[in-house]
């Protein structure tokens, strides 16, 4: 009795650990990076999820753009499934620091940033999609790091 108590109390134990490990939007224990250094340019794709009467919600892939730390106008593309429903709110792609990267729109759902600022950062960004009817989905907060 008492050994099934405790083991009760290690499983439920590592099932609390292991959620909260986890990032709540995409499930994953660690997020998928992507390193756009010597000149690679990275592509995200951003997806947007739905299921039945709850609220939309994106998910991105990578979530996690490494640059290098130079000025090297690195390039970043977000990308939308040609076929969605949704595309870029204006201006889509917004940084914490504006100053950070230049962004611009290449058709409503494509949108590409270049890195302007050399040194070691996080930059904070938010995307920002609505469907083609115009119904906002809540935007995401992802992150750029220059190291």
């Known amino acids: 009795m008492k050994t099934s108590g405790r083991v009760l109390v290690v499983v439920t134990g590592l099932a609390i ?6 990032n709540p939007r995409s499930g994953l224990m660690r997020p998928e990076k992507a390193e756009c250094k010597n000149g690679n340019n990275c592509d995200v794709i951003v997806t947007v999820n739905c299921k039945g009467s709850a609220p939309c919600w994106l998910t991105v892939n990578p979530e996690l753009i490494l640059l290098r730390k130079t000025i090297s106008n690195d390039k ?24 950070a990267f ?10 590409h940033c270049f890195s302007l600022k ?30």
């Open 17 to 22: 650990f292991g959620c909260a490990q986890m």
């Open 76 to 99: 970043i593309t977000w990308k939308l499934d040609a076929s969605s429903d949704f595309k870029f709110d204006s201006p889509g792609i917004s940084f914490d620091d504006p100053s």
């Open 102 to 111: 230049r962004c611009e729109g290449n058709g409503p759902r494509q949108r």
């Open 118 to 147: 050399p040194g070691t950062e996080a930059y904070k960004y938010d995307i920002r999609v609505l469907s083609d009817s115009g119904q906002r989905v809540d935007p995401y907060d992802p992150w750029v790091v220059v190291n």
